[in-house]
């Protein structure tokens, strides 16, 4: 009876260990749809994607190349620091126009 208690307490101890370790990979990122770049506060890199090397790139400074606006801005989370690996979804969700401006979201109808 103590190895079937000691068991369910292990197991329940290893399932609370393995969700608080993903709760704390949680990473906040702002993600600017105008320009399709993410921006890492907590340790202040962006990640953006580089045309010419065809890849997702992290830096501290964005090449001149690249200028953001304050707006809009969207706030975004992913377990971990490849954001970029949810950007087809995030370039659905936050939709730019051709003239550079946001899709306006239709009001949920009641």
Not at 16 to 24: C, D, G, I, P, V
Not at 86 to 102: A, E, F, I, P, S
Request: glycine share 2%.
């Amino acid at each position: 009876m103590k190895r079937i208690i000691l068991a369910l307490a292990l197991m329940f101890a290893l399932g609370s260990t393995t969700r608080l370790a993903a709760q704390e990979t949680r990473v906040r990122f702002y993600y600017y749809p105008s320009t399709n770049v993410y921006y890492n506060p907590t340790n202040a890199e962006y990640w953006y994607y580089d045309d010419v090397s065809a890849t997702w790139t992290q830096v501290k400074t964005l090449p001149t190349t690249i200028t953001l606006t304050k707006a809009p801005r969207y706030t975004v989370y992913y377990n971990g620091e490849d954001v970029w690996k949810d950007n087809t979804m995030h370039m659905q969700k936050y939709k730019v126009r051709k003239n550079g401006t946001m899709k306006a979201k239709k009001p949920k109808s009641e």
